[in-house]
């Protein structure tokens, strides 16, 4: 392990992080592999306590660290990538990359339309959506938790039963003939609350990722819109930028 450089001008927590990753990118460090204890790190590197758990606590936020009380703190496995680069859900993505990938429906409910629903939707007063609320796992680990909303008359006969354990997308294609053609999408840190966090087996007020989505069928046709939470511990996202 290197030591940290007492007469760089980049901060000593810092420097002790990029030393840890560093073990970990070189394989040194394995996932859930316990880091060396902190009493270690600090006669090994001549730093306070605070030093190094100004370094770890940095660690665990972005996600590169775990810790468990009593036992220490563990190197966290590494995160899948979800692409944003194409008109792929969940299941698409991650079956192109070998991953299992199970759901678990929530609900499924027919509801009136709220405003905004009616104006995302273009829907007139008195229609209907399909508000579904899956828990994705990927390898059987908890990953997404998802709500969608769906205009009843797209696909009427749809129910509960031909959801499970099914890629909502290709169902909606075969089954109903809808044809994704565009979607807009925004990623932003929220807070995971009690419910969220409790189904994503993660603690509660941790960091998690906000997706929203609007899809849209030929013809500028709105199909559906999807808010999502994703564990930021166990994520991480792949945008292609072409010119």
Do not use: W
């Not at 979800?82 to 199970?102: A, H, I, K, N, W």
């Amino acid at each position: 392990m290197k030591k940290v450089d007492k007469n760089s001008p980049i901060p000593l927590y810092y420097q002790l992080k990029d030393i840890i990753v560093e073990l970990i990118e070189n394989e040194e460090l394995q996932p859930n592999d316990p880091i060396p204890p902190e009493r270690e790190l600090c006669e090994y590197h001549a730093v306070s306590r605070m030093t190094v758990n100004k370094a770890i606590i940095s660690l665990v936020n972005q996600g590169v660290l775990y810790r468990e009380q009593g036992k220490g703190t563990f190197v966290a496995a590494h995160k899948e990538k979800y692409t944003l680069s194409g008109l792929f859900g969940l299941t698409e993505d991650m079956q192109r990359r070998g991953l299992t990938v199970r759901t678990k429906l929530i609900s499924f409910e027919k509801k009136d339309v709220t405003k905004k629903l009616q104006n995302n939707l273009k829907l007139t007063e008195g229609q209907s959506v399909f508000e579904i609320t899956r828990l994705r796992y990927v390898q059987e680990d908890p990953y997404a938790l998802e709500t969608a909303y769906i205009p009843v008359y797209l696909c009427e006969s749809l129910t509960a039963g031909m959801l499970e354990n099914h890629s909502l997308y290709d169902l909606l294609a075969g089954s109903y003939g809808l044809q994704i053609e565009h979607a807009y999408q925004t990623i932003e840190p929220v807070l995971a609350n009690e419910y969220e966090s409790n189904l994503l087996e993660m603690k509660k007020n941790k960091l998690a990722f906000l997706l929203s989505r609007r899809t849209y069928l030929k013809g500028n046709i709105p199909m559906e819109v999807t808010k999502a939470i994703y564990r930021s511990d166990r994520y991480k996202f792949e945008i292609t930028l072409n010119r």
